[in-house]
């Protein structure tokens, strides 16, 4: 990873690092979000075989509420506070530190990876090789959940932590498709009072090229 992505990892790192209390009081549970993601989250989870991977965890709520419905579920995410909040607040759940770039798991170890607004901050050159890292770690036929910003541009907006960035639903899919992944479905919606989204239901279909 050159030293340009690292830099702007560990500024993502440190931003949400400063404000993980914050975060969490405001944003840290399933019920403060849309009903629309908890339908969407849990019917997916409850179609996996196999372990799953909560990547960019955050606080900890989504990967709990998987493992509150039997799934066999890890989060992990970049920032050390996150990880220390998820594990105090969901103690029967797995929390580990760790980098979207460099996700410490097994080839073909997954059934299943759910991407929640993870990549949101990565600029858009560091994308594809995420996303090739997460078709890495799903098996064959494994399944990820995307969700991001969608927009019609592929640009930057001041997002409350740092920079993120709105992603078109043809751009994202030809990355995915590049990166091994099929995409079964496409879900898009604007929710009052909140930036537009975009859900993505990919499978994992190929070997990643090298």
């Known amino acids: 990873m050159d030293q340009q992505r690292t830099g702007v990892r560990e500024s993502v790192g440190a931003a949400y690092g400063a404000r993980a209390a914050e975060y969490t009081e405001l944003l840290g549970s399933v019920e403060a979000l849309a009903a629309q993601d908890r339908d969407t989250i849990s019917t997916w989870g409850a179609g996996i075989d196999g372990p799953v991977l909560d990547a960019g965890c955050g606080p ?29 607040r969901f103690p029967e759940a797995r929390f580990r530190v760790g980098a979207l770039e460099a996700l410490p798991v097994a080839d073909a170890a997954l059934g299943g990876l759910l991407s929640w607004y993870s990549v949101i901050h990565t600029p858009p050159d560091g994308v594809p090789a995420i996303l090739r890292e997460l078709a890495r770690v799903l098996r064959p036929g494994g ?31 030809i990355e995915l498709e590049r990166a091994g992944f099929a995409v079964r479905s496409v879900r898009t919606r604007t929710d009052p009072g909140s930036r537009p989204h975009a859900e993505y239901l990919a499978e994992r279909v190929c070997e990643v090229a090298a």
């Open 143 to 173: 399944s990820l959940l995307l969700g991001c910003f969608e927009g019609p541009r592929l640009e930057a907006f001041d997002h409350a932590v740092t920079t993120a960035y709105f992603w078109p639903v043809a751009e994202i899919r």
């Open 60 to 88: 900890g709520h989504w990967t709990e509420h998987l493992r509150a419905l039997g799934v066999d579920i890890t989060g992990i995410d970049l920032t050390p506070e996150f990880v220390d909040i998820a594990r105090s």
